[in-house]
């Protein structure tokens, strides 16, 4: 390589980048959507198209290295899939997908700097591992249809052996149709007319949510990092019927940490889900790189889109797909997920699903005081105490409709137009509060509702109060008088020691 094909073979690269990781994104929603017992359901051009994208996701990898230099990653075989007891073929998929979700989500930004030799090893033994894997799974599936075929000439004699690669790329003809006499041989795929049949329905496992129906912040939960901590929670509201929207969480980091508030938009189908996976993600991401928080808001967004994937492959029955729809028919709340992703016309008026605010806060450490970034999407409060005054960070918002995070067309939209201040300065005894739109109402500021709640706020803390006992106080407030706090609640509290 000449020296001066090095810049534009980086410029192209950079330009592929976000193509790249795109890619890689559907891949895992998609992989993670798979049933290997249900492998004869898929279609070979889909596998194909898969497989396809794998390669090409590689070739980008094996670039990268060529371009700086560095020798190819050479990753480990791997276990062999048919090896696997019933128990871990059967999660495979998701766990092959969950593994490269979290290569993914380790990458602090989408520029080449940002994919180090480490982290483009990693991804290479995801993509390799995830190629093994396409060309057994089509294995399984050549099998599948070979054991529901009736026994005709054709499905009776033993094929040939081929490659992996061969096996892969090989049209595979549908299962022929039970006929009154088997002796008649069936028409060439080719030659069949095309039948306008529905597409089948989604008949995948759907994606694991277990982890996040563990809300530590629905309890009250403290961090502490270095010479600050920071308090969340987050609650139904008052009056409030069924579970609650808000969410709130924190990670600490070296030299700081990352905390954010979101609360899930109420007419939005899994709104509750959206804002704990808006919160964690955000969080994260931001402890992973402190100094782009606005990187922070775009990997919670792209986690959304991954979720909204794995949600529209997933079947009627599962876990996952339950939980989302609640109480609304199967067929409706899966209209409104592929609405989320394409925008349908005739539902311009109904909300997208897994919708939400968030406002989200990166502090670091410098020197004897905190620089405390903040940023927001949708509603929410950021208020500052900075030398015994408290002032709102963050105003109104822009003339339009408010913006929200979310998947698809909108989500993608939306998530260029956040809000952020230029970093603030917290010394100690300063605090900086998060919070949901109701600790506002009834009062001049969340600072000031919260303050007339509870007197000690926020010193009062550290007497050994809770931040889940505050929020009690909060829904209790308005049964003997008139209801101050309207909506989710839900709030983090960065103090300064």
């Not at 892969?168 to 028409?187: F, G, H, I, M, T």
């Not at 998947?407 to 917290?426: F, H, K, L, N």
Request: aromatic share 6%.
């Amino acid at each position: 390589m000449r020296r001066d094909e090095v810049p534009a073979d980086a410029e192209r690269l950079q330009a592929e980048l976000p193509e790249f990781l795109d890619l890689l994104e559907n891949v895992a929603s998609y992989i993670g959507g798979l049933d290997l017992a249900k492998a004869r359901e898929v279609p070979a051009e889909a596998l194909s198209d898969l497989h396809g994208g794998l390669l090409r996701a590689l070739d980008f990898l094996h670039e990268l290295s060529a371009l700086r230099g560095e020798p190819p990653p050479s990753p480990e075989p791997g276990v062999a899939f048919g090896a696997l007891g019933p128990s871990l073929k059967r999660t495979l998929p998701q766990r092959l997908a969950a593994q490269l979700a979290d290569e993914l989500i380790a990458l602090p930004g989408r520029r080449l700097e940002d994919v180090s030799q480490f982290t483009a090893f990693g991804l290479v033994a995801r993509v390799a591992d995830l190629l093994r894997f396409v060309t057994y799974f089509q294995e399984e599936r050549i099998a599948a249809i070979r054991r529901s075929a009736p026994p005709t000439l054709l499905s009776a004699r033993r094929p040939r052996p081929l490659p992996a690669e061969e096996a892969l790329a090989a049209p595979v003809p549908p299962a022929a149709p039970a006929a009154p006499r088997a002796s008649k041989a069936p028409e060439p795929a080719r030659h069949r007319p095309s039948a306008a049949a529905p597409p089948p329905a989604p008949a995948g496992p759907g994606p694991d949510l277990s982890a996040y129906g563990i809300r530590i912040d629905e309890a009250g939960e403290r961090v502490d990092a270095g010479k600050a901590t920071v308090w969340f929670a987050s609650a139904a509201g008052p009056r409030a019927v069924g579970e609650g929207r808000a969410a709130s969480f924190a990670v600490t980091f070296s030299g700081g940490v990352a905390f954010a508030v979101a609360e899930g938009a109420e007419a939005s189908l899994g709104a509750r889900l959206a804002s704990v996976v808006a919160v964690r993600a955000f969080c994260r991401a931001a402890a992973l790189n402190p100094s782009t928080p606005e990187a922070a808001v775009k990997t919670a967004q792209h986690h959304l889109d991954m979720l909204l994937f794995a949600l529209l492959s997933a079947g009627d029955a599962t876990d996952a797909f339950t939980r989302v729809r609640g109480s609304i028919p199967p067929a409706n709340a899966r209209r409104i997920l592929k609405h989320t992703k394409e925008p349908e016309e005739a539902l311009r008026r109904v909300m997208p699903a897994l919708a939400t605010s968030l406002v989200g806060a990166v502090a670091v450490l410098s020197g004897s005081e905190f620089r405390v970034s903040v940023i927001r999407l949708g509603p929410g409060v950021a208020e500052a105490r900075v030398s015994g005054r408290v002032a709102s960070l963050l105003g109104g918002h822009k003339v339009g409709a408010a913006p929200l995070l979310g998947p698809g067309a909108r989500g993608a939209e939306d998530v260029r137009r956040t809000d952020s201040v230029v970093p603030v300065s917290v010394s100690p005894g300063g605090a900086l509060l998060l919070g949901t739109p109701a600790l506002a109402k009834g009062a001049t500021s969340a600072w000031a509702g919260l303050s007339t709640l509870w007197p000690p706020f926020p010193e009062g803390f550290a007497s050994g109060e809770t931040a889940r006992e505050l929020l009690c106080r909060a829904e209790r407030w308005g049964e003997t008088e008139p209801l101050h706090f309207a909506g989710p609640l839900g709030f983090a509290l960065f103090l300064a020691r």
